[in-house]
């Protein structure tokens, strides 16, 4: 997208700032798409080919020369303000960032996240059996007719829980990661008021990811009540996990997203 019209659309008033920084990115289920200024984006990316193909030889003509200017740029600004690019110790930074991935990944909530993640994983590989036996049966069911519309209506609510499942399995680690990082700096608003913190926002994301989990595996435990036993042990886990990381972030449920939390205060006052 030319940056003329990112810039035409980003002052649309229709879009809610910042309502991308705290949402799942699951678009294609997300209630807030003509709402959103990276969704608008995409959608007129898809209509550009330019913009959309990565072997766009005069893409990446462009994106060279981009980095030439910004890098003189930087020279230039750098020599201004006396910094010397060379004197950054590279290799110290480095030992910090390797340090601190080390520390946020050893992390018990990043721990948890993961092994929850390879536990459904291994799930669904040992089980997935049970969703083409589960398919023969509803099928079975149609050209029987028996159960009228039930047969369609299974299948889309064990549809919805497959997805929903899958969509969150590494969303959620990823979350809480990005909400085990440091807040860089505290914020102020205008009456010395700290503003919500990034990481709770983070892991807000990170306990809804948890909450629809966990409701689309009770789906699938009343589909297929006779794995009742392997389901509860991922339920389980997953409810630990959510717990912890509410008494870990405990101002990350009160965190208010744009659009998603403000949306429904707005209609909670007009009630
Ligand atoms: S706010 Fe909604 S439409 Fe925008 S990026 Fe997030 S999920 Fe997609």
Redesign the pocket.
């Known amino acids: 997208m030319r940056a003329k019209n990112l810039l035409k659309l980003a002052k649309d008033p229709r879009f809610i700032p910042g ?2 920084n705290y ?5 294609e ?5 003509s709402r ?4 608008a984006q995409e959608q007129q990316d898809k209509n550009d080919p330019a913009a959309n193909d990565i072997t766009n030889e005069a893409f990446w003509k462009k994106l060279g020369a981009i980095f030439e200017q910004t890098k003189e740029m930087l020279y230039e600004a750098a020599k201004e303000r006396g910094i010397d690019l060379d004197a950054i110790d590279y290799a110290e930074a480095e030992k910090q960032e390797r340090q601190l991935d080390e520390e946020i990944e050893n992390h018990e909530l990043a721990r948890a996240a993961s092994a929850y993640a390879d536990m459904v994983d291994e799930w669904f590989e040992t089980e997935k059996h049970i969703f083409s036996e589960k398919q023969e049966e509803l099928n079975t069911m149609l050209q029987l007719e028996i159960g009228g519309r039930q047969p369609q209506k299974v299948a889309a609510s064990i549809g919805d829980a497959f997805e929903v499942i899958q969509w969150y399995q590494h969303q959620i680690y990823v979350k809480l990661k990005r909400a085990l990082l440091p807040d860089e700096f505290e914020l102020l608003d205008d009456d010395g008021k700290p503003f919500p913190k990034d990481s709770d926002g983070s892991a807000k994301v990170a306990l809804i990811a948890m909450d629809r989990s966990i409701a689309a595996w009770g789906t699938l435990r009343e589909h297929f009540p006779e794995k009742t036993d392997g389901i509860l042990d991922l339920l389980v886990h997953l409810d630990r996990l959510r717990r912890k990381t509410e008494q870990y972030f405990p101002d990350a449920r009160s965190f208010v997203r744009p ?2 939390d403000t949306i429904q205060q707005q209609k909670a006052k007009a009630k």
């Open positions: 309502i991308y949402c799942d990115r699951w678009c289920r997300c209630p807030f798409t959103c200024l990276v969704y659009g998603f």
